[in-house]
């Protein structure tokens, strides 16, 4: 059985930054691409930013430049650093990996942003 546990979401003022986290665990094989997505209020949840397992990275056009995704084979973890974080990235995020061929998400972690 596989886990994807989300954190380091809070609540920040604008222009401050946070650091979250995504770490796997169970009987891990194989860990594959993963991604991050956030739910707005009121809004869909929509892709931010994803990571190949060899470390390539993609980003949705509203947060290149201010979040940064990486990840630690050893720790089977991935992150999402956020800097310069304005109001309209409040929302639920969420991280989605590719593990041993299926796809998981994690719980979500809020991140409230105040002007």
């Known amino acids: 059985q596989v886990q994807l546990v989300e954190s380091g979401g809070g609540l920040v003022q604008a222009g401050g930054s946070l650091r979250l986290s995504c770490t796997a665990s169970g009987s891990i094989f194989r860990f594959s691409g993963a991604d991050w997505y956030r739910q707005c209020p009121g809004k869909q949840r929509e892709w931010v930013s994803g990571?190949?397992?060899?470390?390539?990275?993609t980003y949705t056009a509203s947060i290149k430049g201010r979040f940064t995704v990486s990840r630690d084979n050893a720790k089977n973890t991935v992150y999402l650093q956020m800097n310069n974080l304005k109001p309209e990235d409040t929302a639920v995020y969420y991280c989605?990996?590719?593990?041993?061929?299926?796809?998981?998400w994690g719980q979500g972690t809020q991140v409230t942003v105040s002007s």
């Open positions: 990571i190949t397992s060899g470390g390539r990275t």
């Open positions: 989605r990996a590719n593990i041993n061929l299926q796809t998981y």
